[in-house]
């Protein structure tokens, strides 16, 4: 998912307003997690 697309989400679905910097985050958190959860699932 591009940062533009997390922005525009966050807008349309939760009505707030987000910096592409708060954007680059959430998108850092989420692969992490999501790592993570791949390695306890299949590792």
Known sequence: MKLREIQRRCVSKMHVNV???CSYRAKKIMKEKMARN???EFG
């Open 19 to 21: 910096s592409i910097d």
């Open 38 to 40: 791949y390695k306890e």
